[in-house]
């Protein structure tokens, strides 16, 4: 959206001062950097790159980085009820974006399995320094909630979205996502109800406690 509108304000500047004799034109580059890695930046070197396609993949897994997380918390705000129902509609909504057919599942996941052999990858890093995040931020919001062993839950909610990220591509069947947010849901509303329990104080009885040498 914001390469759409930049490129909008580029066109209304170009027509403004555009001329018959002094025509003016956009020029722009659309990506994580301005780089390309198919032309040489020197003409007398035609095989020459400024970049290398692993520097260009960490580039946009980097830039990616930021905003699905922001969209994820976007779902859950707008969501209504408690915890459970906000992270399940998180599942929803990958769910509805997986039945688009150009859906290409989780570009973190994707390229942690093709550099599988590469654990030192920057691609690498910056993939589990993602999912890092937003566990983070799951068991942040579960802790804000007084749900009680908030890391083991955020870490399970964890397996459930992004196993069935990989089902769901293998499948085409965006609807064991939404299964998963059925399964994610009932695991946090189990473990709110046994923190509320947990934090309930137990009933002590009000009667008098009668001696022991006393016959009733």
Known sequence: EMNVAAAKLARAACDKYSTPDAPRFVAGAFGPTPKTASISPDVNDPGARNITFDELVAAYLEARDQPNIELFKQWFAAAQGGAAARVQAIFNNVAKSARHPKWKGCGFLRTSAELANMPG????????????????????????????????????????????????????????????????????????????????????????????????
């Open 121 to 216: 990858h920057p691609a690498m890093k910056i993939g589990a320094a993602h999912k890092k995040k937003f566990e983070d931020w799951l068991r942040a919001t579960f802790e804000a909630e007084r749900i009680e062993n908030s890391t083991l839950l955020a870490r399970q909610i964890m397996l459930l979205l992004d196993g069935s990220f990989a089902v769901v591509l293998l499948q085409r069947d965006p609807s064991y996502m939404e299964s998963a947010g059925e399964a994610a849901f009932a695991l946090i509303e189990a473990a709110r109800c046994c923190s509320e329990r947990c934090a309930r104080p137990t009933a002590r009885s009000t009667r008098s406690p009668v001696p022991a040498n006393s016959t009733v």
